[in-house]
């Protein structure tokens, strides 16, 4: 295996337990690769934010917990960064009805 | 003393005197459509740094043409002195992380760096300088420290250092590292410039988030830095929740002091 193959394997797997629900692997400490999971859903819902305030701004104080719920089972698209991530939510939300309901 | 252009900060940088010089985003940057801002700023000969965040150049694939292009054209027509990058891997596998996340600091994962770094040295029209990372998680069994992992890649594609005084910060208290033995082991004969920036503490952590004050405690490790070596630049980055133009200006002033008078104060 090429020393190129190996690190693509490292990181993938740690990537897919950090942004994509799968195993941590081995010795890695959990509650910093929790926390570091954590603060890239916070980095993807700020920049949604961003690219689409009104989304945030429909959600209210809901926003983020929603975002998070959200985040946790969807990586973020491949192409297409914030605007793209926020459409996909914004789909989310509107199957279950919930935009523009207020508080 | 320069500030991370963004689009909510033109105005103050418009204000602002004296300012040595301002790093833009890349990912934010379309070359054929500058914002004026930005054309003004050029064109009364403020040095524009362009500052990368999505090449992974720490990923296990080889930076992509078409990010390395998309840079080259940044700093053509900005006239960039310098492009600088991260030491951190961005994507692996069919993922996106969206942030920088840390490579293993083994020889053979620092092999790929370097290839990968001169990679990228061949694409670029200018210098190219790397920057130290803020982690909330490490690698297990490193084989290197962080600083002799970027001496030695330093020292093996003479690439320039953008140290993130915040971040070794951050590290420090995430990770229980000594900031300032990083700084001594540092290849401070190849620094290009400096990084400023405030954080907050959260749960048993500190969070490099870019949006909130820069601490005392980051202005004190940029004195040590500066007491070691005079850097041609610090920069201050903030990204969001910006603040009145009179809490920039102290910010910029105290950095300002700090590199005029570099021997920290109110030390025990």
Redesign the interface.
């Known amino acids: 295996m090429t020393v190129r193959r190996r690190l693509a394997d490292q990181q993938a797997a740690l990537l897919a337990a950090l942004v994509a629900g799968g195993p941590l692997p081995g010795d890695f400490d959990p509650a910093a690769a929790a926390a570091t999971s954590e603060a890239l859903i916070h980095k993807r819902a700020a920049a949604v934010a961003k690219a689409e305030p009104a989304l945030a701004r429909a959600l209210g104080p809901e926003f983020h917990a929603r975002f998070a719920r959200y985040a946790a089972s969807r990586p973020l698209p491949r192409r297409g960064g914030a605007r793209a991530d926020a459409r996909a939510f914004a789909k989310t939300v509107d199957r279950r009805g919930e935009a523009g309901q207020g508080p | 003393v320069g500030i991370g252009w963004r689009p909510e900060l033109a105005r103050f940088v418009e204000r602002r005197a004296g300012l040595g010089f301002v790093e833009v985003l890349a990912e934010n940057v379309v070359p054929r459509r500058l914002p004026e801002a930005l054309v003004s700023l050029r064109d009364r000969g403020v040095p524009i740094f362009v500052h990368g965040v999505g090449l992974s150049l720490g990923?296990?694939?080889r930076p992509a043409r078409r990010r390395l292009s998309h840079l080259a054209a940044c700093a053509q027509v900005l006239q960039a002195p310098l492009v600088s990058e991260h030491l951190a891997?961005v994507?692996?596998?069919?993922?996106?992380?969206?942030?920088l996340?840390p490579v293993?600091r083994t020889r053979?994962?620092l092999?790929?760096v370097c290839a990968n770094v001169r990679i990228a040295q061949d694409a670029l029209p200018v210098p190219l300088a790397l920057e130290n990372i803020a982690?909330?998680?490490?690698?297990?069994?490193p084989e290197l420290d962080e600083a002799a992992f970027l001496a030695e890649l330093v020292e093996r594609t003479g690439v320039a250092l953008l140290v993130d005084v915040a971040n070794l910060y951050a590290n420090a208290r995430?990770h229980g590292t000594d900031p300032l033995a990083q700084i001594e082991r540092l290849p401070l004969d190849h620094l290009a410039y400096v990084h400023v920036a405030g954080g907050v503490e959260g749960?048993g952590?500190y969070?490099d988030t870019h949006c909130h004050a820069v601490p005392s405690a980051v202005l004190d490790l940029l004195g040590e830095l500066c007491a070691r070596r005079s850097p041609a630049g610090v920069l201050l980055e903030r990204d969001?929740d910006f603040p009145p133009d009179a809490e920039l200006d102290a910010e910029l002033d105290a950095i300002a002091a700090v590199v005029a008078r570099p021997i920290p104060q109110g030390r025990p």
Request: a negative charge; glycine letters at 12%; proline letters at 6%.
């Open positions: 990923g296990a694939e891997f994507r692996a596998g069919r993922l996106e992380a969206g942030h996340l293993p053979e994962a092999d790929v982690t909330l998680m490490e690698w297990p069994f995430n749960a952590r969070h969001g």
